[in-house]
């Protein structure tokens, strides 16, 4: 039996809107054309609340909810934007920037990076903490493609695209905190992977250059990503 | 299995017991064990058999006596007058006299006194068994009252009544947050679905604490008892029990308990017969803090990594592979069989007007009586620390008590009369946490303590979330500029940003209480970082500092 789903209204940033009670604060936002920064949440994929830069105010509620998981409620009354949020954005942003190498004039995907763009959206001038800068690997074993771990946030849309849409499980996190890093199977090389069906799924779902294809130069690689929305609609038809 | 014969269980074992006169109950709990209690064990019996006393004396491996700092301890049980004598520091070569002693005076040398308010002071419910059961045998729970509140529950009360109770009794959760116990039992009973789940959180990682672990090696049936009792309350018929890998002793004993309940038929099809089916499942943690937060343990044990994620959906409604779920850390479900053997009346009687019952602390760090304790709410921290724990060793000044582990913070002299209840602690910017008190005198540097607590968290976090996976390590290098020297007033001022950041955005508790330690030491103890950065000494000489400062 198919499930039920209400029609619920809502306020965003004082303007009223309506959407169904399975639906987030971010899906009903964005059908209404109101701004939420984003990184690890693309269409087409499940939530996944870890980047935390879609943070908003809801009234009554005694922190900053993720819109991206919070589904809405009738009367809720959601803040996208203040002062404190946009700050907290930016160190969030500022945070990212200084967790591995960012440098967007060597990088294949400047002028086409999520986290570039936004660092750009949300007037992000200058980083206040110290750059880590960690030694990572780059791996280039693969025929087509490129992992150079120093572009990854961790927002894990690869390990998503290729569990949920290709369904191979290549790809996971390994390792806590700091030294999470993304791995192809049980931390092998890309190329010797038995699992990888080189469907490039993850490497367009990638908002960075961490996921590449070979043979793009600086600013070359461009995201196709067209392919998502439209393979879960094909499924729901199913 | 039914009421008689739990009955007869319970007459046979205390007829057994009395025929002995003398017990030698030695503690077989993981602090004694380490420094050879079980060998003294193996002694002792010997020696009573090598003397030919076995018919009125015996020796017997007994849960933890609380004293851990004074281990092996042996308390010798005489039944007839109900008294006890407990020995501490107990070596191979005092085996001879204690027995000897048996019949005439107490050795007095190895003696504790039993005016000592360490003994004196407490009150046990969770912790009423320990040192009288041996943990590995169920009859010896049973001939203490033990199964007998399940069958109660199950033959004559609904398990409307059961949740009543325990809404009345007033408890709240033991594992740190202190969730109204009754609530969440509500929840779930009332969340809709076939197949539901109860979960014992014994993933207890907190640095400095060990009352789960304890309850577990000691009295593992208590929390069987409480968690079957919960499963008849909420619907539910699986259970179970997270409990990490680091815990061997408590592993072994668990699954010895369930062997033997289940074969008892207090666990299993058809309890007590009636319909109630309850089993219990052991899993095993391989080492992760985070896989403690309730979300994170439930990923856990579905197979997967230990993520936390966006509550809600809460696990009540949506938990371990879906189903409602009710997730309790080991103490709270160990007050359960108490709660419903003496009333929600008599539980309510306890402690403060908010915070019910007793709670078990372990104390650890610079204090005279390292050990377990269990003391009703609302007793104020000097009396645990300077009357029950025995204060400060000779030559050093008490200056903080850190409570609640890496979520937690310090609290300093001026506040020790504060009552320990949830409200009261979490007022001055600490939490009751699971139960760790460490202590520290003025030999240990607070900035390096919360380096200490940040450096802890930075490892354990999950990496999932950029404010905690990043903001712990700017703070962690923040840190390390301070206490070596090289740190200046913007440190600090970053240090505050950050803590607020991760405070306010994290995802799960683990990041939204990480900055904690560093807030509350920054709160009580702000001249010794602005020491560190401004005239780049450390106060206490713990921290090597690059550039000798001035003095």
């Not at chain 1, 700050?87 to 570039?116: D, M, W």
């Not at chain 2, 103890?525 to 560190?532: N, V």
Request: proline share 4%.
């Amino acid at each position: 039996m198919k499930k039920v789903s209400q029609i619920q209204t809502l306020i965003i940033d004082g303007k009223e809107v309506g959407g169904k009670s399975d639906e987030s604060i971010l899906q009903v936002a964005k059908e209404n054309d109101i701004f939420i920064p984003t990184l690890c949440y693309l269409e087409g994929l499940s939530d996944y609340g870890g980047c935390r830069m879609c943070i908003v105010e809801v009234k009554g509620m005694p922190r900053l909810v993720p819109a991206c998981t919070t589904l809405i409620r009738e009367g809720m009354e959601v803040t996208t934007n203040s002062e404190k949020i946009h700050n907290y954005r930016l160190s969030i942003l500022a945070l990212l920037f200084t967790e591995r190498n960012h440098i967007c004039s060597a990088c294949v995907s400047n002028g086409h990076c999520e986290l570039q763009t936004l660092a750009l959206k949300l007037g992000l001038t200058h980083v206040e903490f110290p750059y880590i800068f960690p030694k990572m690997p780059v791996d280039a074993t693969h025929d087509r493609f490129i992992a150079d771990h120093n572009r990854c946030v961790l927002c894990g849309r690869c390990v998503r695209a290729c569990h949920e849409v290709e369904g191979a499980h290549t790809k996971d996190i390994m390792g806590r905190g700091i030294t999470s890093r993304v791995i192809t199977d049980l931390k092998e090389s890309w190329g010797s992977s038995k699992t990888c069906t080189s469907c490039g799924k993850c490497v367009h779902v990638c908002p960075t250059g961490a996921l590449t294809e070979k043979g793009k130069s600086v600013a070359e690689m461009e995201k196709r990503r067209q392919f998502l929305p439209y393979l879960k609609l094909m499924r729901e038809r199913r | 299995m039914n009421f008689e014969e739990l009955h007869e269980i319970a007459k046979i074992e205390n007829e057994k017991r009395a025929q002995f006169e003398y017990s030698i109950n030695v503690c077989v709990a993981a602090g004694c064990m380490s420094c050879g209690s079980l060998e003294l064990l193996t002694s002792f019996k010997k020696e009573i058999e090598r003397r030919g006393i076995e018919n009125w004396c015996k020796a017997k491996g007994v849960g933890c006596l609380g004293l851990c700092s004074a281990g092996p301890l042996v308390s010798v049980q005489r039944y007839d007058q109900k008294s006890e004598v407990i020995y501490k520091s107990v070596t191979l070569d005092n085996v001879h006299e204690i027995v000897d002693a048996l019949t005439g005076e107490p050795v007095g040398r190895l003696a504790c006194s039993k005016e000592m308010s360490f003994f004196k002071n407490q009150q046990k419910i969770v912790l009423e068994n320990f040192g009288n059961i041996d943990p590995e045998k169920i009859e010896e729970y049973i001939a203490v009252g033990g199964y007998e509140p399940l069958y109660t529950v199950l033959r004559e009360m609904s398990p409307a009544n059961v949740i009543e109770q325990i809404v009345k009794s007033g408890l709240r959760g033991r594992g740190g947050g202190g969730y109204p116990t009754g609530l969440k039992w509500t929840t779930v009973m009332k969340a809709s679905g076939n197949q539901k789940y109860i979960i014992c959180n014994a993933d207890e990682g907190d640095p400095g604490a060990f009352m789960d672990r304890s309850v577990l090696e000691s009295d593992p049936h208590r929390v069987l008892e409480g968690m079957a009792i919960a499963g008849y309350a909420v619907g539910a018929d699986k259970g179970f029990i997270y409990v990490r890998a680091e815990y061997p002793l408590a592993i072994r004993r668990l699954k010895k308990a369930i062997t033997q309940a289940e074969q008892l038929g207090v666990l299993g099809r058809g309890i007590f017969n009636t319909p109630f089916n309850f089993d219990i499942k052991l899993r095993l943690g391989a080492g992760a803090f985070v896989c403690g937060e309730e979300t994170a343990l439930i990923s856990s044990i579905e197979g997967s990594r230990g993520n936390p994620r966006p509550r809600p959906p809460y696990p009540a409604e949506y938990g371990l592979w879906g189903s409602p779920t009710l997730i309790n850390n080991v103490e709270t479900f160990a007050n359960i069989p108490a709660i419903i053997r003496n009333g929600s009346a008599w539980f309510a009687s306890i402690g403060t007007e908010k915070s019910k019952g007793t709670k078990v602390f372990a104390l650890a760090g610079r204090i005279n009586n390292t050990g377990l304790i269990e003391v009703p709410m609302g007793t104020t921290l000097r009396e645990i620390v300077f009357n029950i724990g025995g204060g400060i060793p000779e030559g050093s000044k008490f200056k903080a008590v850190q409570t609640g582990g890496p979520s937690g913070g310090c609290i300093t002299s001026d506040y020790l009369d504060t009552p320990a209840d949830y409200e009261s602690l979490t007022k001055l910017g600490s939490i009751m946490g699971s139960g760790g008190m460490i202590v520290m005198d003025d030999t240990s540097c607070m900035v390096d303590v919360a380096k200490f607590f940040v450096e802890f968290c930075m490892t354990e976090s999950c990496g999932k979330c950029v404010p905690c996976r990043d903001g712990s390590a700017q703070m962690y290098h923040l840190l390390s500029k301070i206490t070596s020297g090289e740190g200046n007033i913007n440190d600090i001022h970053m240090l505050e940003k950050l803590s607020d950041l991760i405070n306010n955005t994290s995802l799960c508790g683990l990041g939204m209480t990480m900055p904690n330690p560093v807030v509350s030491t920054m709160h009580f103890f702000k001249d010794e970082y602005l020491a560190h950065v401004h005239d780049k000494i450390c106060p206490a000489g713990v921290c090597n500092m690059k550039r000798g400062g001035r003095k």
